[in-house]
């Protein structure tokens, strides 16, 4: 398993728990000291795993997306929301 890929992850699952419960990061700010890797670690693990098989199936079967499906798809899911 690439340590790189785990550890990218990693920052990427601490930055967007942190956005959720406290907003934007200050620059200098050390996150790693309010959350610590081993807080991540093993689900980023199973996410970057889960994606080296996707994009490994994705290789094998040769599988492509019609831009046209793909656009109508988006257009279904991003439908604002109507209040009264």
């Given at each position: 398993?690439?340590?790189?890929?785990?550890?990218?992850?990693?920052?990427?699952?601490?930055?967007?728990?942190?956005?959720?419960?406290?907003?934007?990061?200050?620059?200098?700010?050390?996150?790693?000291?309010?959350?610590?890797?081993?807080?991540?670690?093993?689900?980023?693990?199973?996410?970057?795993?889960?994606?080296?098989?996707?994009?490994?199936?994705?290789?094998?079967?040769e599988l492509t997306?019609?831009?046209?499906k793909v656009r109508?798809?988006?257009?279904?899911?991003?439908?604002?929301?109507?209040?009264?």
């Open positions: 398993m690439p340590a790189s890929l785990i550890s990218q992850e990693v920052n990427a699952m601490r930055q967007q728990m942190f956005q959720q419960f406290g907003g934007a990061a200050p620059q200098d700010m050390d996150l790693t000291s309010i959350l610590p890797d081993e807080m991540f670690s093993e689900q980023a693990e199973r996410r970057v795993r889960l994606g080296l098989v996707v994009s490994e199936m994705i290789k094998q079967f997306a019609e831009p046209a109508k798809r988006l257009r279904t899911l991003h439908r604002p929301i109507r209040t009264r």
